[in-house]
């Protein structure tokens, strides 16, 4: 890819393969002998991990297919089939199930990650916005996954989500009825929804393939944000990032087992036992954790902004939330990458991070109840969501493009090598 | 030989412009029915139509029929309760539309505008803010429906009256047969013409 490729075909048919399609030599220049900055700690593992899961989700996923009926009055009963009677289905479909789950711990770290050491900035903008696509599809995917089983979760999810494109003036109907294929959520719905969830996941693998291009032609950040500038910063991928992140695959596969064998539906919602009733709504439509921040979000707005109503300005703050992760290359405007030379930016960038995760528990309680409730005073979920939904979109919109011009950051160390090995490189012990 | 250098139109500019519009208008005719398709298909809209006994329905009772892939409610409703639907004054209503497909758009959402025959009120039963079912028999503030989701209430002549939600509860086409006995959800518009819907 970017950097001068070392490759050098021995036996003969590696030869011949070579000068015809030069897959192998790709693959060696990618993951091989791919230069990498020699300070990636931890936290760069959820690359890996994120392909790991990929690669879980489409092979069980595929199995599911097999035995999965995407009809209304079967797809209940056909998954409930698959749990009990289908040979090791118990298994798969747990492993599909919780696999979505973790998909997203690992995307979630991921991005957070990103955040933090200023990936998204110069020169890697397109490998960011490449993967804020990837986060929108997973999204699209799981989505639409959690409607197959047809439980009242299932159900009445896609109801109250496709509802909301109802708030688009003057189009909106028109739209849902055409998401729907009926005058409801019903069996065309249903269809769709299996084929598209079947379809996305390929157009992710796709993504990913554009991703680590994106990422290979300027390389890795790393945790000093600082770029790589001669040989002594980094290392080659393997034998030293292989084995690193195939640690962090296995450690992070086995806690993925805990939930799969021992805790397999935790993560879901009891209501989702119940076969999907168009006639019954459940007591509190909630989404799978994963979706819960966005949807705090979209019921802290309860009030109208001018020609906006409430409900379509909750819409548009939902997914504005997303929106705002494609402009961030140009909205942060501090030259320094990692948060770690950032005094200001670093506790902004920690109240974030709670904020979201504050977020994720309004987007779970009714807006209506108490939160640090004391002898019957408190305050309704529903203010701290606006408060935090407040937060969420200061972060990107105020603090991060005035500290660009206010904030006085910390020295930097002048080359990754002097950051891992002391402050001159002459200094570092021979290898 | 010719100049080349002349601004005048070739045929090669001729053909650039012909072949890019053809193949920009093809593509825009190809695209559509790959998004058409999903619109309600044709077997769909004819399902568009169920009969409802209604002669055992007694005063004060309430039933949910599945209609079109969703709960249609139909309330026989009380003396009390028709009188306090018609008490309301319009403007103290948040959507003063009928929201009535058997009328047209503009009817206020008076309560005569909402029922061919006052004891008899027959709406869709999906909230008007995302679709959940409210909770009927004289639930919420205002006597009618409560809708749990969110919080909306909806009085005796479901018309939203407090929460989150937009607009009333519309009423479906649906006409009379069999002297009363007999409700038709999704009638056709003559039908409708023929039973006696107007504005009042
Ligand atoms: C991006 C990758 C994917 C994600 C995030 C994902 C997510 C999900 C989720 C959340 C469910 C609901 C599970 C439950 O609650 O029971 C589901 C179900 C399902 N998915 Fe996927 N999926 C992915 C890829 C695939 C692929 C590639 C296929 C098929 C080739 C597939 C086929 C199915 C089937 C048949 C079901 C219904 C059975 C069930 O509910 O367990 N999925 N998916
Ligand atoms: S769906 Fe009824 S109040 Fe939200």
Redesign the interface.
């Known amino acids: 890819m970017s950097h001068q490729s070392t490759y050098e075909p021995k036996t003969g048919i590696e030869k011949w393969l070579d000068s015809r399609l030069p897959i192998v030599r790709l693959g060696y220049d990618s993951f091989v002998d791919f230069p990498t900055p020699r300070n990636l700690n931890y936290w760069y593992t959820f690359g890996g991990i994120l392909a790991v899961f990929l690669v879980i989700q489409i092979l069980s996923g595929v199995v599911l297919a097999m035995h999965y009926v995407p009809h209304v009055d079967h797809a209940f009963d056909s998954v409930e089939r698959i749990r009990r009677d289908v040979n090791y289905g118990w298994l798969i479909q747990s492993m599909h199930a919780n696999g979505a789950s973790f998909f997203f711990v690992a995307v979630y770290l991921h991005m957070f990650r990103g955040l933090y050491y200023g990936s998204y900035k110069a020169p890697r903008e397109v490998l960011w916005i490449i993967g804020v696509v990837i986060y929108l599809l997973m999204m699209a995917a799981a989505f639409m996954g959690y409607v197959l089983p047809w439980g009242q979760m299932s159900y ?1 999810g896609a ?2 989500i ?3 494109v109802g708030a688009l003036p003057v189009v909106g109907e028109g739209i849902r ?10 069996n ?1 719905t249903l269809n ?1 929804f299996f084929s598209l969830h079947y379809l996305i996941p390929f157009l992710i693998a796709g993504l990913v393939i554009l991703h680590i291009w994106a990422l290979h032609v300027p390389g890795n950040n790393n945790p000093t944000g600082v770029e790589v500038k001669g040989k002594g910063d980094t290392l080659p991928f393997h034998p030293y990032y292989t084995v690193k992140d195939g640690f962090a695959i296995v450690v992070f596969l086995m806690i993925f087992a805990g939930f799969v064998f021992y805790l397999p539906s935790v993560l879901g919602h009891a209501d989702n036992s119940i076969e999907a009733n ?4 459940p ?3 909630v989404p799978e954790w994963y979706f819960l921040p966005f949807y705090a979000i979209l ?1 802290a707005v ?1 009030f109208d902004i001018g020609p906006i ?3 379509l300005g909750g819409v548009l703050a939902m997914f504005g939330a997303i929106g705002v992760l494609f402009v961030l290359p140009w909205l942060d405007r501090s030259p320094v990458k990692s948060m770690r030379y950032r005094p200001i930016a670093k506790w902004c960038f920690l109240i974030f991070v709670i904020a979201c995760l504050g977020l994720g528990w309004c987007g779970a309680e009714n ?2 109840n108490l939160v640090f409730e004391f002898g019957g005073i408190g305050m309704p979920f529903v203010v701290l969501s606006q408060i935090l939904t407040a937060y969420y979109f200061a972060y990107f919109l105020v603090i991060l493009p005035v500290l660009g011009f206010v904030e006085k950051p910390k020295e930097r160390p002048e080359s990754i090598e002097a950051s891992v090995l002391g402050s001159s490189p002459a200094a570092a012990p021979a290898e | 030989m010719t100049d080349h250098t002349t601004e005048e139109p070739t045929r090669r500019d001729f053909i650039y412009i012909a072949a890019g519009g053809a193949a920009a208008i093809g593509g825009a005719l190809t695209i559509w029915p790959f ?1 058409h398709q ?4 044709a077997d ?1 809209l004819a399902l568009g139509s169920i009969r409802k006994d209604i002669s055992s329905l007694g005063v004060g009772q309430e039933i ?1 029929v ?1 209609f ?4 249609v409610f139909i309330r026989r409703r009380t003396e009390a309760e028709i009188a306090e639907a018609r008490a309301v004054e319009l403007d103290r209503l948040p959507d003063d539309l009928a929201r009535n497909e058997n009328l047209p758009d503009n009817a206020s959402a008076s309560d005569a505008n909402r029922v061919l025959n006052p004891e008899y009120l027959i709406v869709k ?2 909230c008007t ?5 409210p909770v009927g028999n004289g639930a919420g503030d205002y006597d009618g429906w409560f809708c ?4 909306s209430h909806y009085d005796a002549s479901a018309r939203i009256r407090r929460g ?1 939600a ?1 607009e009333n509860l519309p009423v479906p086409t649906y006409i009379f047969e069999n002297d009363g006995a007999v409700v038709k959800l999704g009638a056709t518009s003559d039908e409708v013409a023929a039973a006696g819907w107007s504005v009042a």
């Open positions: 009445w109801t109250v496709t509802n909301l009825e055409w998401l729907w294929g009926d005058f409801a959520v019903g065309a769709r168009p006639l019954v709504t007591a509190h439509i019921r309860t109503s409430a409900k807006p209506d | 998004i999903m619109n309600p298909a769909t949910t599945m079109r892939g969703g709960p039963g999906n803010h995302l679709g959940c079912v749990p989701c969110h919080g989150p937009p």
